[in-house]
């Protein structure tokens, strides 16, 4: 599985952190940037990541801000992404099984990284459930498809 890695200077230390740990687990990544402390604009990296994933080069994202709200709003405008807000490990395993997410969206200053590499772990390892969830995955798609024009 290859993961598009982002964030601004507000998720950057987390990213630093789930580098860390993606390279203990001998996952395959790539950091979109931001690659300091510096003040940037988190659309710009959502964007970045969110391209990646939707055109396929990568199989799923995550994105870090000071809250994760920024950055994921930003990312599910790209058509394709679905980019889940998760500050537990329920809701990650949640939004892999039933909403097929394919951006996990963090904020740094919201929780430890102590919990962020468990949501990481439990949001990788979990599949989508497929039956009546990809019904309403697909209902996603025809409203994405609707707006699209
Ligand atoms: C940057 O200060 C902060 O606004 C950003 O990291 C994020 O929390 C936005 O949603």
């Known amino acids: 599985m290859k993961i598009a890695l982002g964030s601004d200077h507000g998720g950057y230390q987390l990213k630093e952190t789930i580098?860390?740990?993606?390279?203990?687990?001998?996952?395959?990544?790539?950091d979109f940037g931001t690659d300091c402390e510096e003040s940037v604009?988190?659309?710009d990296f959502a964007l970045k990541v969110a391209e990646a994933v939707a055109g396929g080069q990568y199989d799923r994202g995550i994105l870090i801000c000071g809250t994760?709200?920024?950055i994921g709003i930003a990312a599910n405008k790209v058509l394709g992404i679905r980019a889940a807000l998760c500050h537990d490990v329920f809701s990650a395993k949640a939004s892999r099984e039933?909403?097929?997410?394919n951006i996990l969206s963090l904020g740094q200053r919201v929780i430890g990284p102590g919990l962020a590499l468990e949501i990481v772990k439990a949001w990788l390892s979990t599949g989508f459930a497929?039956?009546?969830h990809?019904?309403?995955v697909d209902k996603i798609k025809a409203i994405e498809e609707k707006y699209s024009k």
């Open 19 to 30: 580098k860390a740990f993606l390279d203990e687990l001998g996952m395959e990544y790539k």
């Open 41 to 43: 604009d988190y659309p």
């Open 130 to 132: 497929g039956g009546r």
């Open 134 to 136: 990809q019904r309403r």
């Open 98 to 101: 039933h909403n097929d997410a």
């Open 68 to 70: 994760g709200i920024g």
